[in-house]
């Protein structure tokens, strides 16, 4: 709980969901002070800790306290949807999947029951070419007696957004801002950008990327520029000191689009 924010996101780095790695200095500091060092054992106190969510929480109740939860993470709905050939929209919501949970049972070994499910999905039920002849439960498999295991998904939908990014650089140095414009990697750096519309991107002949960040697909224009300027949060990068700073997958692409090696 003690890390400098600076050594974590080092250690961190090129894993993404950077949150997750503060949340854990978070959480770590307000279980030794608020709850004497020790994991609570609620899902109401669980969610009070920063990044705990309706899943983890239940994850912790399941797997550390022997609770008998099934946490719903891909693979246990996946095992899900093949157990009870779940097809149509309706079957295959998160209200429905919760209600099939009940399958599982009542154990007084609820941590190794909620795991083995885990595994199950991971290991055996996977997305293609599942295992059946290793699967402990494929007896009860409405998939396998069909010889149907397409998984019903979802649509979802990733949103297309235009931006231009320039790229102010001087002999080795490139210059970057501390982002506290865009929800999207908050506090890191990147390189100065903006929103676009779509015709100004389409219209541009200017060198271009595309970069797929969480549900956001980003086409970038990169607008070259041969000198630095002074600008606020502004940070000057050496090229080859790129892997000494923390930085971001997302910035590091650009910076390898913009520049032979790194």
């Not at 891909?74 to 949970?101: A, M, P, Q």
Request: proline fraction near 3%; glycine fraction near 4%; charge should be positive.
């Amino acid at each position: 709980s003690n890390i400098s924010e600076n050594k974590l996101l080092k250690s961190w780095e090129g894993l993404g969901y950077y949150s997750r790695a503060r949340n854990l200095k978070k959480t770590a500091r307000k279980i030794i002070l608020e709850f004497n060092g020790k994991l609570p054992k609620t899902v109401e106190e669980l969610k009070t800790l920063p990044g705990v969510g309706d899943y983890t929480s239940r994850a912790i109740l399941a797997i550390v306290f022997n609770k008998p939860i099934i946490p719903l993470d891909g693979n246990v709905e996946r095992v899900i949807k093949r157990i009870f050939y779940l097809k149509k929209d309706e079957e295959i919501s998160k209200e429905n999947i919760n209600k099939k949970k009940i399958f599982f049972g009542k154990s007084n070994r609820s941590s190794d029951y909620a795991q083995a499910i885990m595994e199950i999905g991971a290991l055996i039920c996977k997305p293609t070419n599942p295992i059946c002849f290793k699967c402990p439960i494929s007896n009860n498999c409405k998939s396998l007696k069909m010889n149907d295991f397409k998984i019903k998904l979802k649509n979802k939908i990733s949103k297309i957004k235009y931006f231009e990014a320039d790229i102010y650089q001087d002999h080795k140095k490139y210059l970057l801002i501390k982002n506290n414009k865009f929800k999207f990697l908050k506090n890191f750096l990147i390189f100065p950008m903006k929103e676009i519309e779509k015709n100004k991107y389409n219209s541009s002949i200017n060198k271009k990327i595309n970069i797929k960040l969480s549900n956001i697909d980003m086409k970038i224009i990169l607008n070259q520029k041969n000198k630095i300027i002074k600008i606020r949060n502004g940070h000057l990068i050496d090229k080859k000191k790129i892997n000494n700073e923390i930085l971001p997958s997302f910035t590091k692409k650009i910076f390898k689009s913009v520049s032979n090696s790194l």
